[in-house]
């Protein structure tokens, strides 16, 4: 198993902004896809965005302009600004088994942390 752990949530009002960090131990994660996934109550988990092996990174249109996605070796990162209350979500990051994002399978999954934007 390879741990991934997310920091960074909480609370914020519409059209703040908040980090997210996920530390990924055992391995490389710059050498990987990893992304970000978001789950709202009562609504199935969605991607929010990935980067590849390359630092390529794709985004949901949702999301586009608002959010950016990076990395470095050790952690994948998370910056969201202009939030609005459909951002609110249990947020969890996660690491593909090889380079490229296109059809992975994401296979190592951090334990979420939760964002809440108030109206």
């Known amino acids: 198993q390879v741990p991934l752990v997310e920091s960074g949530g909480g609370s914020v009002q519409a059209g703040g902004s908040l980090s997210l960090s996920c530390a990924a131990s055992g391995f490389t994660g710059s050498e990987y896809c990893m992304g970000w996934f978001r789950q709202a109550p009562g609504k199935k988990r969605e991607g929010v965005g990935n980067i590849n092996g390359v630092g390529r990174t794709t985004y949901t249109d949702s999301v586009k302009g608002r959010f950016t996605i990076s990395k470095d070796n050790a952690h994948l990162y998370l910056q969201m600004s202009s939030l609005k209350p459909e951002d609110t979500a249990i947020y969890y990051c996660?690491?593909?088994?090889?380079?490229?994002?296109?059809?992975?399978?994401?296979?190592?999954w951090g334990q979420g942390t939760q964002v809440t934007v108030s109206s």
């Open positions: 996660a690491a593909a088994a090889g380079l490229w994002c296109s059809g992975a399978r994401f296979v190592y």
